[in-house]
C-alpha cells in the first residue's frame, strides 16, 4: 500500500471549541452568498424557509453546528479534518472540504425540516442511507479486521452517494451545490488519499481512524448513520 511521503504530523487541537464548530461559525450569510434558494410553491413557506437561513446565518459556532450536526458526529467531521489536513499539508483545503461538507448538511437539513422533499426524493434518501451505512460498516470492518481493505468498494459506494446526493437536490438547489458536492466526493474517493487514511504504517492515522470509527460504531447503534 502507498502512502503520501513527507506529511506533516497530525497537530492536537488546543481549543474548547471543535473545529467544525469554528468553521460553522464562518458561514454567516452563505445561503444569501450563494444566491440559492428552494423551489417552493407556497409564498408563506418559502418566506419561512429564508427566514431559518437567515436565522441560521446569526448563529454561534456552536448553535450551528448542534441544529443540524450532533456532537458525536462533529468529532467524526474533526477527525476527518485532521487526516485531510495531514494529506494535503494544507490547513486551507482541509478548511474547505470540511465548510462544504457543513454546508451541504446544513442546506439539506433545511430542506428536510420544513418538509420539502417529494415522496420519489425521500425514497432516494432512504436509499442515500442504506449504501452510506453500507459504507460506514466498511470502514469499521477495514480497521477492525486485517487485510479486508478494499479501495474499489470504497470508490464504487461514494460514487453511488454522490449520485444520489445529486438526484435528491436537484430540483431544490443550484449548480453551485452540485459543484460542492462533486468537490467532496471526489476528494474524498481519490485512491491516494484513501491508501493514505488507511496506511497500516502510519500510528497518526491509525490513531485518528480509531476515533473515528468508535465514534461511527457509535452513531450506528443509535440508528443514526
Same mark, same amino acid.
Do not use: P, W
Given at each position: 500500500? $502507498? @502512502?503520501?511521503?513527507?506529511?506533516?504530523?497530525?497537530?492536537?487541537? &488546543?481549543?474548547?471549541? !471543535?473545529? =467544525?464548530?469554528?468553521? +460553522?461559525?464562518?458561514?454567516?450569510?452563505?445561503?444569501?452568498?450563494?444566491?440559492?434558494?428552494?423551489?417552493?410553491?407556497?409564498?408563506?413557506?418559502?418566506?419561512?424557509?429564508?427566514?431559518?437561513?437567515?436565522?441560521?446565518?446569526?448563529?454561534?459556532?456552536?448553535?450551528?453546528?448542534?441544529?443540524?450536526?450532533?456532537? $458525536? @458526529?462533529?468529532?467524526?467531521?474533526?477527525?476527518?479534518?485532521?487526516? &485531510?489536513?495531514?494529506? !494535503?499539508? =494544507?490547513?486551507?483545503? +482541509?478548511?474547505?472540504?470540511?465548510?462544504?461538507?457543513?454546508?451541504?448538511?446544513?442546506?439539506?437539513?433545511?430542506?428536510?425540516?420544513?418538509?420539502?422533499?417529494?415522496?420519489?426524493?425521500?425514497?432516494?434518501?432512504?436509499?442515500?442511507?442504506?449504501?452510506?451505512?453500507?459504507?460506514?460498516?466498511?470502514?469499521?470492518?477495514?480497521?477492525?479486521?486485517?487485510?479486508?481493505?478494499?479501495?474499489?468498494?470504497?470508490?464504487?459506494?461514494?460514487?453511488?452517494?454522490?449520485?444520489?446526493?445529486?438526484?435528491?437536490?436537484?430540483?431544490?438547489?443550484?449548480?453551485?451545490?452540485?459543484?460542492?458536492?462533486?468537490?467532496?466526493?471526489?476528494?474524498?474517493?481519490?485512491?491516494?488519499?484513501?491508501?493514505?487514511?488507511?496506511?497500516?504504517?502510519?500510528?497518526?492515522?491509525?490513531?485518528?481512524?480509531?476515533?473515528?470509527?468508535?465514534?461511527?460504531?457509535?452513531?450506528?447503534?443509535?440508528?443514526?448513520?
Amino acid at each position: 500500500m $502507498t @502512502s503520501k511521503t513527507n506529511k506533516k504530523s497530525v497537530a492536537t487541537s &488546543t481549543t474548547s471549541t !471543535s473545529v =467544525s464548530q469554528q468553521l +460553522a461559525s464562518q458561514l454567516e450569510g452563505f445561503v444569501e452568498s450563494d444566491e440559492e434558494e428552494t423551489s417552493v410553491s407556497a409564498s408563506a413557506q418559502s418566506l419561512g424557509v429564508r427566514a431559518q437561513k437567515k436565522l441560521l446565518s446569526k448563529l454561534s459556532s456552536k448553535s450551528v453546528a448542534k441544529v443540524f450536526i450532533d456532537d $458525536t @458526529s462533529s468529532r467524526v467531521l474533526d477527525n476527518l479534518h485532521k487526516l &485531510t489536513r495531514a494529506y !494535503s499539508d =494544507s490547513k486551507k483545503d +482541509a478548511d474547505k472540504l470540511l465548510k462544504s461538507i457543513i454546508k451541504t448538511i446544513v442546506k439539506l437539513g433545511i430542506l428536510y425540516k420544513n418538509n420539502l422533499f417529494t415522496e420519489y426524493e425521500i425514497k432516494l434518501i432512504e436509499d442515500f442511507r442504506n449504501r452510506f451505512h453500507s459504507l460506514s460498516k466498511a470502514i469499521v470492518t477495514f480497521y477492525e479486521v486485517d487485510y479486508t481493505f478494499d479501495r474499489v468498494f470504497l470508490t464504487r459506494m461514494c460514487k453511488e452517494c454522490q449520485d444520489l446526493t445529486h438526484k435528491i437536490i436537484s430540483t431544490h438547489l443550484t449548480q453551485k451545490s452540485h459543484i460542492r458536492i462533486d468537490y467532496i466526493f471526489n476528494y474524498l474517493s481519490n485512491l491516494q488519499f484513501i491508501e493514505y487514511v488507511f496506511n497500516t504504517n502510519s500510528t497518526a492515522n491509525r490513531a485518528i481512524i480509531k476515533e473515528i470509527v468508535q465514534d461511527m460504531n457509535s452513531l450506528m447503534d443509535a440508528g443514526l448513520l
